[in-house]
T-cell receptor, first 113, second 113 residues
Framework: AQTVTQSQPEMSVQEAETVTLSCTYD???????LFWYKQPPSRQMILVIR??????QNATENRFSVNFQKAAKSFSLKISDSQLGDAAMYFC??????????FGAGTILRVKS | EPEVTQTPSHQVTQMGQEVILRCVPI?????FYWYRQILGQKVEFLVS????????KSEIFDDQFSVERPDGSNFTLKIRSTKLEDSAMYFC???????????FGPGTRLTVL
């Protein structure tokens, strides 16, 4: 069964600094997708970034980038120039083509001014 | 920008009562999902729906749960006889293709008393 592990229940970062959130996953599939979702206090699930496993290049989206290590089954999220609005719960998620999302337990990110 | 909508935003019900949670997916999407999140916990998959039938369901999705797409636009989740442990945030999601990311609605908070 596929599992997603986020080992950091909570992280803090100073405004304008950089923070990295960790995620590892377990799968026997070779083709899959990985995502980071942000959940602010409103509890809306907002897609931050996605990565296709067949792509070697790490995805980037403005201040958000990932470090995808397929052999290590690792998918970390780096947030540069952190802003107060980045404070939220962040979920790492995995899916195979056409299938359900499997979520990690989440990491609460606190941003200090 | 198209978005997934859900109604109601908050539903309070008595244990044993039936509830129907409603979702309007993005109009040209073909894949539909329900997830739930018990407060403070991770998001869990309930069921996926494609081509007018359930394509996958989790062990949570027992006989008390059902889904329907009654009119080509709405996508509903029915819980026949609610239990206290059904109290959670229920998210609807839709996707245009099997490989595309899932777009989440704002959620319905269900409180069972």
């Amino acid at each position: 069964a596929q599992t997603v592990t986020q080992s950091q229940p909570e992280m803090s970062v100073q405004e304008a600094e950089t923070v990295t959130l960790s995620c590892t996953y377990d799968t026997s599939e070779s083709d899959y997708y990985l995502f980071w979702y942000k959940q602010p206090p409103s509890r809306q699930m907002i897609l931050v970034i996605r990565q296709e496993a067949y792509k070697q290049q790490n995805a980037t989206e403005n201040r958000f980038s990932v470090n995808f290590q397929k052999a290590a089954k690792s998918f970390s999220l780096k947030i540069s120039d952190s802003q107060l609005g980045d404070a939220a719960m962040y979920f790492c998620a995995y899916r195979i083509y056409g299938n359900k999302l499997v979520f990690g337990a989440g990491t609460i990110l606190r941003v200090k001014s | 920008e198209p978005e997934v909508t859900q109604t109601p935003s908050h539903q309070v019900t008595q244990m044993g009562q039936e509830v129907i949670l409603r979702c309007v997916p993005i109009s040209n999407h073909l894949y539909f999902y329900w997830y739930r999140q018990i407060l403070g916990q991770k998001v869990e998959f309930l069921v996926s729906f494609y081509n007018n039938e359930i394509s996958e369901k989790s062990e949570i999705f027992d006989d008390q749960f059902s889904v329907e797409r009654p009119d080509g636009s709405n996508f509903t989740l029915k819980i026949r006889s609610t239990k206290l442990e059904d109290s959670a945030m229920y998210f609807c999601a839709s996707g245009g293709t099997a490989g595309e990311e899932q777009f989440f609605g704002p959620g319905t908070r269900l409180t069972v008393l």
